[in-house]
């Protein structure tokens, strides 16, 4: 069975401009995760999906980030202007249901650089 | 204070030698702990979790919470190269909803 899938893996841009970042749960996972891992920290959850509906989105840079999960299947986030804080690896996860002994599956993540 | 707190370490220990891996947190409502295993350039994978207080073994790896102290502690036995990552507790919160984690311990098992 394929894991989660994510694309790109690395990106570099210039401060100001757009990225985005697509992820493609398992297949029957009803949640998604975006979670945001800085370098030498542990990842922290920008967005949380239930199926097609953001139910938590509190840790959220409105400002500047938004995401989508069209038909609750893939998922996107972008960042519209990139800052050079904005430099992190952004993971997406997924379960099969809610709980609080369910193991969340991480995708290999996108390292995103902006110079 | 951080809700979940790891020493960052780096761990660098010789092959076949104990590791003993610990987080601290501060909210005693907290009732489910899990390790999380990161190696290089790929996501984080779930270990183990435990329940509670007690202890939880899986072959080389055992967990151990103590809830008196907040405390909660990873053990490898015969640590091998292959087991060289970060290691990041975590804690289940809002139903499930989120996973707090600790800053992760990176380790290194040098043969």
């Known amino acids: 069975e394929a894991g989660v899938v994510q694309s790109p893996r690395y990106k570099i841009i210039e401060k100001k401009q757009p990225v985005a970042f697509w992820c493609n749960p398992i297949?029957?996972?009803?949640?998604l995760y975006w979670y945001r891992q800085n370098l030498g920290q542990g990842p922290e959850l920008l967005i949380r999906?239930?199926?097609?509906?953001?139910?938590?989105d509190s840790q959220l840079p409105k400002d500047r980030f938004s995401a989508e999960r069209l038909k609750g299947v893939d998922s996107t986030l972008k960042i519209q202007p990139a800052e050079l804080g904005d430099s992190a690896v952004y993971l997406c996860?997924?379960?099969?249901?809610?709980?609080?002994?369910?193991?969340?599956?991480f995708g290999q993540g996108t390292r995103l650089t902006v110079v | 204070q951080k809700e979940v707190e790891q020493d960052p370490g780096p761990l660098s220990v010789p092959e076949g030698a104990i590791v003993s891996l610990n987080c601290t947190y501060s909210?005693?409502?907290?009732?489910?702990f899990m390790w999380y295993r990161q190696y290089s350039r790929k996501g984080p994978e779930l270990l183990m979790y435990?329940?509670?207080?007690g202890n939880k073994e899986d072959g080389r790896f055992t967990a151990q919470v103590d809830k008196s102290s907040k405390y909660i502690s990873l053990f490898i036995r015969d640590s091998q190269p292959s087991d060289s990552a970060t290691y990041l507790c975590?804690?289940?919160?809002?139903?499930?909803?989120?996973?707090?984690f600790g800053q992760g311990t990176e380790l290194s098992v040098k043969p």
């Open positions: 909210n005693s409502a907290f009732q489910y």
């Open positions: 435990t329940y509670s207080s």
């Open positions: 999906y239930e199926n097609e509906e953001a139910v938590d």
């Open positions: 975590a804690v289940p919160y809002n139903q499930g909803g989120k996973l707090i």
């Open positions: 996860a997924s379960s099969s249901v809610l709980g609080v002994n369910t193991e969340a599956f």
């Open positions: 297949s029957g996972h009803n949640t």
